[in-house]
């Protein structure tokens, strides 16, 4: 982030938590699925939306001020 900030360049890093990548629990994996919810804060686990919409703002002119950080999308899992 450093080295690319004088060139306008800002770096970040996106770290999600517990994140639903397909349909959802099946039969098989329902308990894993509540163990990661039950594990997380908020209760529930992360919607890949939930990440896109972090990824959305960090491209555009808002977080143009924003550099060299990372962001869990965790729903508070790194809390504890």
Not at 46 to 59: N, Q, R, T
């Amino acid at each position: 982030a450093a080295e690319l900030a004088p060139h306008g360049v800002s770096v970040n890093c996106v770290a999600p938590g517990y994140t639903r990548k397909d349909a959802g629990p099946t039969p098989e994996n329902a308990p894993a699925w509540a163990r990661a919810a039950e594990a997380t804060p908020l209760g529930r686990v992360a919607d890949p939306a939930d990440v896109a919409e972090l990824i959305a703002f960090l491209l555009s002119d808002a977080a143009r001020h924003i550099t060299g950080q990372t962001i869990h999308v965790d729903g508070g899992l790194t809390l504890g």
